[in-house]
């Protein structure tokens, strides 16, 4: 007689063995259900940074020192490295809001929210009760976000965006609305990133390097809304723990932020168009799942990017695509 993972393996072995002569689709549908046979087998409940029932003054003094000290050097890095370079004015506004589809600004609202989901975990760890540990993670998650937009207020080709800025609350927003209704994250946002083909053709604008062209080019950024489905159901349900269900909203074809230009440095650029894509994908919280110690740090920063998985794609142009593995 076989264990229950004894099963599960055997089963997702007569699933995979006549594979190999299955279409793509095909391929990665039944991949991705034999993976979750196997995820089905791993009991629920992750055991890193779980929540002390006791105020533990050693662990949060190693946090706040840790985190003043990012702070620190995140401000002091980004002046000296970045902001010194262009010159300066009076403190100003920007109205950016019509630029990159606002991509950019979903990205904000991920960020912050991300922030603030660690900060309350590494509160509760620290046996912060859970109200001051919510408004706490929230504010300082805003705290930190707004260092960039005070800087970008006082030079002279940016400004203080407010889209940005209520961007960054919305996100924060999201965290602590969930952690107050329902004491846990039903609904994550999640970001997933690739290189897109544009950032060759304005290099300046969306990146030279690898590293500069995931951050700086908003066409190969997305971001999701990721469902825990089992967070909505009974709580004697069976339904797997770690499956989720995600909407994803990016944007493609931008050589340039409101509009893209025909030519750069007197070289003709080609004509791209424009459009927003929707995404309906499934999703994985894998930190959900009890795994080895070794592996449970990377599970938890990996709640917040988005599992490759089946999906949709529908764009603004009224195209519709299946996506064998959309990230």
Same mark, same amino acid.
């Given at each position: ?20 002569? +299955? ?10 259900? $034999? ?92 046996? !912060? ?8 993670? $929230?504010?300082?998650?805003? $705290? ?11 030079? +002279? ?42 950032? $060759? ?30 967070? /909505? ?5 069976? /339904? ?26 007197? +070289? ?38 988005? =599992?490759?998985?089946?999906? =949709?794609? =529908?764009?603004?142009?009224?195209? !519709?695509? /299946?996506?064998?593995?959309? /990230?």
């Amino acid at each position: 007689m076989r264990s229950p993972k004894g099963m599960a393996i055997y089963r997702c072995w007569r699933i995979l063995q006549p594979m190999a002569h +299955r279409s793509v689709v095909r391929r990665t549908l039944w991949l991705t259900l $034999a993976g979750c046979l196997l995820l089905q087998q791993l009991p629920a409940q992750p055991g890193f940074l779980p929540p002390s029932d006791t105020y533990r003054p050693d662990r949060l003094r190693k946090v706040v020192l840790a985190e003043t000290a990012l702070f620190t050097v995140t401000s002091v890095g980004l002046y000296f490295l970045w902001y010194k370079k262009f010159p300066k004015s009076r403190f100003h506004l920007l109205n950016d809001n019509r630029e990159w589809f606002q991509v950019d600004k979903i990205g904000h609202a991920t960020t912050a929210y991300t922030l603030a989901t660690m900060q309350h975990d590494l509160l509760r760890w620290s046996g !912060v009760r859970p109200g001051p540990a919510i408004l706490t993670s $929230a504010l300082s998650s805003v $705290a930190y976000m707004s260092i960039i937009e005070v800087m970008d207020g006082f030079s +002279r080709d940016w400004g203080f965006s407010t889209g940005d800025m209520l961007a960054n609350l919305g996100g924060a927003a999201l965290f602590a609305a969930q952690q107050y209704g329902w004491g846990e994250q039903r609904i994550g946002l999640k970001v997933s990133a690739r290189f897109s083909p544009y950032a $060759a053709y304005n290099p300046a604008l969306l990146g030279k390097h690898w590293s500069s062209r995931l951050m700086k080019d908003y066409n190969g950024q997305t971001y999701w809304l990721s469902f825990n489905l089992r967070s /909505f159901l009974p709580a004697d349900s069976r /339904f797997p723990a770690w499956a989720n269900l995600a909407l994803g909203y990016g944007a493609d074809g931008m050589t340039g932020a409101s509009a893209n230009p025909t030519q750069l440095k007197g +070289r003709e650029l080609p004509s791209f168009t424009r459009s927003r894509q929707f995404y309906l994908a499934a999703d994985a919280d894998l930190y959900r799942i009890a795994m080895p110690r070794a592996v449970e740090t990377p599970l938890y920063l990996l709640q917040f990017v988005k =599992i490759p998985a089946p999906g =949709i794609e =529908i764009n603004s142009k009224r195209k !519709v695509t /299946f996506r064998p593995l959309q /990230f």
